[in-house]
């Protein structure tokens, strides 16, 4: 299991930027795929992007359509940090973003979570 915790969400008008962090404990967090999922209110937890671990097989970046050309994953191994780099920032992006690991980018393959954090965007 990977301890996970988010940071960076907030307020932001419509347009705008936000870089969300995401701060793991494993010693062996390089092998780990790092992902962001969201979720709104009322509505199911969904997929938003996922970075590869050291599995060279697996896809190195994965990225919903609703974001792309948006948002950008990074790693920071050395670090053990995921950043996801929010731009043109929509209201329907307004979700609580919640950083989670696995063995590969695969959306059903991610089963340690962080808590949480809140973005708001405003219209």
Do not use: H
Request: with cysteine; charged share 20%; glycine share 10%.
């Amino acid at each position: 299991q990977v301890q996970l915790v988010e940071s960076g969400g907030g307020l932001v008008q419509a347009g705008g930027s936000l870089r969300l962090s995401c701060a793991a404990s494993a010693r062996t967090f390089i092998v780990y795929a790092v992902g962001w999922f969201r979720q709104a209110p009322g509505k199911e937890r969904e997929f938003v992007a996922a970075i590869s671990g050291v599995n060279w097989s697996d896809s190195r970046t994965r990225y919903a359509e609703s974001v792309k050309g948006r948002f950008i994953i990074s790693r920071d191994n050395a670090k053990k940090q995921v950043y996801l780099q929010m731009n043109s920032l929509k209201p329907e992006d307004t979700a609580v973003y919640y950083c989670a690991a696995g063995a590969t980018t695969t959306p059903t393959d991610f089963d340690s979570w962080g808590q949480g954090t809140q973005v708001t965007v405003s219209s």
